[in-house]
């Protein structure tokens, strides 16, 4: 059972930057493809970026290509999210994913919310303009 905690969210004005992070226990995040999503109030949850259990291949939406980059560092148990530039639209509750079945054999497949095992509890991102 691996149990994810995010953090990092906050208040930023626009063009401002935050780093989320998510830190796993339980089991070795280093074996876990990655993700994470987010929740604007009156929306559905979407996907923001992933990253694979080798870290070889990352993805995002492309709202966020070029904005935003995901990382994650095994020996500390812990995934990133880098958000640069950003935008009141990003403002959203940010929720990270992680899985261990390696199933993931297309880009799109790290989109879609039912690949994903093990969910955190969100962290409030809030831009203002």
């Known amino acids: 059972q691996v149990q994810l905690v995010e953090s990092g969210g906050g208040l930023v004005q626009a063009g401002g930057s935050l780093r989320l992070s998510c830190a796993a226990s339980?089991?070795?995040?280093?074996?876990?493809?990655a993700g994470w999503f987010r929740q604007a109030p009156g929306k559905e949850r979407e996907f923001v970026a992933a990253?694979?259990?080798?870290?070889?291949?990352?993805y995002y939406a492309d709202s966020v290509k070029g904005r935003f980059t995901i990382s994650k560092d095994g020996a500390k148990n812990t995934a990133y999210l880098q958000m640069n530039s950003l935008k009141p639209e990003d403002t959203a509750v940010y929720y990270c994913?992680?899985?261990?079945?390696?199933?993931?054999?297309?880009?799109?497949?790290?989109?879609?919310?039912?690949?994903?095992?093990?969910w955190g509890q969100g962290t409030q991102v809030t831009v203002s303009s």
């Open positions: 994913a992680a899985d261990r079945n390696r199933h993931f054999y297309i880009a799109s497949d790290y989109g879609r919310e039912s690949m994903y095992d093990y």
């Open positions: 339980g089991r070795t995040f280093s074996m876990y493809d």
């Open positions: 990253i694979s259990w080798s870290a070889d291949s990352t």
